[in-house]
């Protein structure tokens, strides 16, 4: 995998999952919504996508890149995808970039622009509008920055 990529999926880690839960977990692969350090919500099987509904959050997401459980079947067929393990969790990730068309972005150090195509994919990042709580740009760089990933 491409340095850049891996640093930019170690950011939307960090920024969906954040650090301490990172930390407390199997790197946020088994973490499902509404998970905090304190109180780690995780899943034991990685043959699925959980499909657990947190009430609270009106939510099933789950993983490093908390997919939505709805969209686990149609993925799972378009990239035979053989598990909810680590690497179809990366392809199903790789994937939704490629649909924003931010693939180029990353591989070339275009991070801003990349991070504003996948807003609507990930609630976390600036801009995404979904209510929820979202990073500041300069804290997503800093994350990729620190994950080694380099800038144009």
Known sequence: MAPNLKSFLDMIAFSEIGPALLAVSD???????????????????????PQIH???MNSDAA????????YWSAYKAQLSLPDFGH????????QLIKECHALDDILTGHITVAVGKCASRWASFPGAGYGQPEHQLAALEDAYERAGGQFA
């Open 27 to 49: 790197n946020g692969y088994n973490v499902l919504v509404g998970s905090t350090a304190d109180k780690p919500l995780l899943f034991d099987s990685y043959a699925q996508h």
């Open 54 to 56: 947190n009430k609270a």
């Open 63 to 70: 993983g490093r890149y908390q997919f939505m459980g709805r």
């Open 87 to 94: 690497d179809s969790q990366d392809k199903w990730a790789i």
